[in-house]
């Protein structure tokens, strides 16, 4: 069926450490993925996102990589600060009857220790 | 813009008890869903509103109706709530493939 898996769960770093987050997608017509991150008791909010035709996108600290072979993509977030600090969904665009629909993993804790 | 706007933003039920959220957006988007949150099992989408006058169903529609009002209005009813639909709901709009805008919430709880 239609799936993400996003791994791992819960993540811990130290403060300028790097962190990574990976996503499986299954359905192979996916062409877009989008990044979400979730502040404790806010909305999912946009923070990056990267179409089929491109294999990385960065903006500043963050950075998200694509294998449409492996049907997986990556955040990559460097110098880790406190503030980033949340929860962290990925997403990939899936098709039903010619309707375009997101699917969510189930999301990564990250925890940045000062 | 106020973006994407849900009400009420709590609410408490009990068994079997019947409720309808709304969500309105004002950007003109064509595509609405309806997610539903809980702990470790990230964001499922119950049904989705592709344009005005069509919706499917997502991940987990079981216990669940929905009413696309217009192209602004998008509502989610349940009928006879249960338990195990004590969740949090987002509401969320896009236009084609573009990004997702949320709403703020509405944390339900069935008793």
């Known amino acids: 069926g239609e799936n993400v898996e996003q791994h791992p769960s819960t993540l811990s770093v130290q403060e300028g450490d790097s962190a990574v987050i990976k996503c499986t997608y299954s359905?192979?017509?996916?062409?877009?993925f989008p990044w979400y991150k979730q502040e404790l008791g806010k909305r999912p909010q946009l923070i990056i996102d990267i179409r089929s035709n491109v294999g990385e996108k960065k903006d500043q600290r963050i950075a998200v990589t694509l294998n449409k072979t492996a049907k997986h993509f990556s955040l990559h977030i460097t110098e880790t600060q406190p503030e980033d600090s949340a929860v962290y969904f990925c997403?990939?665009?899936?098709?039903?009857?010619?309707?375009?629909?997101?699917?969510f993993g189930a999301g990564t804790r990250l925890a940045v220790h000062p | 813009n106020a973006g994407v706007t849900q009400t009420p933003k709590f609410q408490v039920l009990k068994t079997g008890q019947s409720m309808t959220l709304q969500c309105a957006q004002d950007?003109?988007?064509?595509?609405m869903y309806w997610y539903r949150q809980d702990p470790g099992m990230g964001l499922r989408l119950i049904y989705y509103s592709a344009s005005e006058g069509t919706t499917d169903k997502g991940e987990v529609p079981n216990g669940y109706n929905v009413s696309r009002l217009n192209k602004r209005e998008f509502s989610l009813r349940l009928e006879s709530a249960a338990p195990s639909q004590t969740s949090v709901y987002f509401c969320?709009?896009?236009?084609?493939?573009?990004?997702?805008?949320f709403g703020s919430g509405t944390q339900l709880s069935v008793l």
């Open positions: 997403a990939a665009s899936m098709s039903s009857g010619g309707y375009n629909k997101l699917i």
């Open positions: 359905d192979s017509a996916s062409n877009y």
């Open positions: 969320a709009s896009r236009q084609g493939g573009e990004k997702l805008f």
């Open positions: 950007m003109n988007h064509n595509s």
